[in-house]
């Protein structure tokens, strides 16, 4: 059972290197105006979509398409809107709307714009913005959105009267939950939201930041050092979380993504001659915990805040993140902690080996990020 375990866990951990590079998610800004129109606009990799390169490729090159979707990137700006105009126009109708009883909410939407970015850089995807518009035959009370699962995940953010009712990030293929568009309920509605989307950032889509707990969990299995470094890791992303979220800190997404891998794989290599807690560790893990809120911050930049909730908004997508990383801890311990972390194989075959794989991953990442 054991040993079926610790090779299940560096099964994971391997798979792990394919999974370096999720295909960003499409963004979907949806309003109901004053004048009950609903309108749409999406920020997406409109070359993957209209391929289906979607979330079961999570590098467009490990796609059967891959060469199909680099000549797609490689086409001028203006002559892809031409040969993309008639899947823009269809793209609405992929998406499905269902009312609180479950019944389709009957849109046909309008394109009315289409820009494609120039791609100054053929490595980098470029972003495209779709604007629509329907106008519902009466009024939307409650919704939930969803569409298929070759065209990738989704952000999702719902704005009424004014002010945001919700953002949503929707798993490839799965239906959102449903948001209420009148006002009861909305703040408790939205806090929960937040802690999902904190929570899911790190359970199942923050790889990076698991592997990071899981170097932190795997210096010592005295939980006072344990403890501390979760404490660390908290504060200082927390500092910067709410920095970048509030503008007053702006770093490069490429800075701060290779940075992080990095951080993944000095860590790992740490514990390979340390297993015990030390004032440097604490201030390494803190300096580390600074990054990856930048991080934080990027994610929680593309789904957006609450206006009129704005700090309950970032304190529960916080939250969300501390509950992911003590369920990623107690995930550690309940499959191998437990079992072996008071045996004489617990430093041979778990701390040693596992610590190894995770800086292989992060060293591997870093180098993916700043090719």
């Known amino acids: 059972m054991q040993r079926f375990t610790l090779a299940a866990l560096f099964t994971l951990l391997l798979t792990t290197l394919s999974h370096a590079h999720e295909i960003t998610p499409t963004i979907i800004n949806a309003e109901i105006a004053e004048d009950n129109s609903f309108q749409l606009q999406l920020d997406t990799n409109l070359e993957a979509l209209m391929l289906g390169v979607g979330s079961a490729h999570e590098d467009t090159d490990d796609s059967p398409l891959a060469k199909e979707y680099n000549a797609l990137r490689a086409t001028p700006a203006k002559e892809l809107e031409l040969q993309a105009k008639n899947f823009a126009k269809a793209l609405p109708n992929e998406l499905k709307f269902v009312d609180s009883t479950g019944e389709p909410i009957a849109l046909s939407f309008e394109l009315k714009q289409l820009t494609i970015t120039e ?18 035959s009466q009024p939307i009370e409650a919704l939930a959105v969803s569409w298929p699962e070759q065209l990738g995940n989704l952000i999702f953010r719902l704005t009424a009267g004014g002010e945001l009712k919700a953002g949503l990030y929707v798993m490839a293929g799965e239906q959102s939950d449903l948001i209420e568009i009148g006002a009861s ?3 408790s509605q939205s ?15 923050g790889l990076d930041h698991i592997l990071f707990v899981i170097g932190i969990y795997l210096l010592s299995q005295a939980w006072r050092a344990l403890l501390w470094q979760v404490s660390a890791f908290t504060l200082a992303h927390t500092i910067t979380l709410a920095l970048a979220t509030l503008g007053l800190v702006n770093v490069s997404p490429s800075i701060v993504e290779p940075l992080i891998a990095l951080s993944i794989t000095y860590v790992a290599i740490e514990n390979l001659f340390h297993h015990s807690l030390s004032k440097g560790r604490i201030a390494l893990v803190f300096g580390f915990g600074l990054l990856h809120g930048l991080g934080f911050a990027g994610v929680l930049g593309e789904i957006g805040l609450n206006p009129d909730a704005f700090i309950t908004s970032l304190i529960a997508f916080n939250v969300g993140v501390e509950l992911g990383q003590l369920a990623v801890i107690a995930l550690m311990f309940a499959l191998l902690g437990f079992w072996l972390g008071k045996t004489k194989y617990w430093e041979r075959w778990v701390r040693i080996p596992l610590s190894l794989v ?3 991953i992060g060293a591997y990442w870093f180098v993916e990020r700043i090719m």
């Open 358 to 360: 995770i800086a292989l």
């Open 191 to 205: 806090f929960l939201d937040y802690i999902i989307i904190g929570f899911e950032h790190i359970i199942p889509l």
């Open 185 to 187: 309920g909305t703040q």
């Open 119 to 136: 791609n100054s850089d053929p490595e980098i995807a470029r972003e495209s913005i779709l604007r629509y518009q329907a106008v519902p």
